[in-house]
Antibody
């Protein structure tokens, strides 16, 4: 059973960089056919796909956030990370990491999510 | 971006009822349509992928259909644990996008 767990600061100041890591257990992050994704959900709102990375390091980002995002992967630690720069209060959300199945592009395993608040 | 529109936004039903939620894409997405269930404070859970394929472990009272731009999620014989929010998601093109959600409440 694959499990994902987000970690990182829960409070970030405006204009700073939000950094989160997703640790994957129960399977190798280097397995083919999967992409490792970040998704966020603003309070009481819907879901927004942020971007994904393959085990080889290929990335695709949501164009709405592309200028501020970096997603990276560390196969030796079986984890991947998100950096979102120049944050504002509008970036306050629950951030989820998830495994994306290539092909029909659906998210079959999700982390529990972590609420990140942007506030001074 | 492909816009996903769900209807209704909320729905009241009773245990044992059958309900249908609709998802419409702003452009053709073939069968690249997935459904999730989310309970308050929890991560979404995959129910159906490729419009009609039931994810392993999901009860058979959940079913999906559709292709092109119009899709439905049907829940037969509602059980108490089914009262949650449901989201559709298109996997046809980047950026992947979700519907706004349908909240299923107990009548």
């Amino acid at each position: 059973q694959v499990q994902l767990q987000e970690s990182g600061p829960r409070l970030v100041k405006p204009s700073q960089t939000l950094s989160l890591t997703c640790a994957v257990s129960g399977g190798s992050i280097s397995s083919g056919g999967y992409y490792w994704s970040w998704i966020r959900q603003h309070p009481e709102k819907g879901l927004e796909w942020i971007g994904y990375i393959s085990y080889s390091g290929n990335t695709y980002y949501n164009p709405s956030l592309r200028s501020r995002i970096i997603i990276s992967i560390d196969t030796s630690k079986n984890q991947f990370s998100l950096k979102l720069s120049s944050v504002t209060a509008a970036d306050t959300a629950v951030y989820y990491c998830a495994r994306l199945i290539n092909g029909y592009n659906y998210f079959d395993y999700w982390g529990q999510g972590t609420l990140v608040t942007v506030s001074s | 971006d492909i816009q996903m529109t769900q209807s209704p936004s909320s729905l009241s039903a009773s245990v044992g009822d059958t309900v249908t939620i609709t998802c419409r894409a702003s452009q053709y997405i073939s069968t690249y349509l997935n459904w999730y269930q989310q309970e308050p404070g929890r991560a979404p859970v995959l129910l159906i992928y490729a419009a009609s394929t039931l994810q392993s472990g999901v009860p058979s009272r959940f079913s999906g259909s559709g292709s092109g731009t119009d899709f439905t999620l049907t829940i037969s014989s509602l059980e108490s644990e089914d009262f949650a929010t449901y989201y559709c998601q298109q996997g046809y093109s980047i950026p992947f996008t979700f519907g706004q959600g349908t909240k299923l409440e107990i009548k």
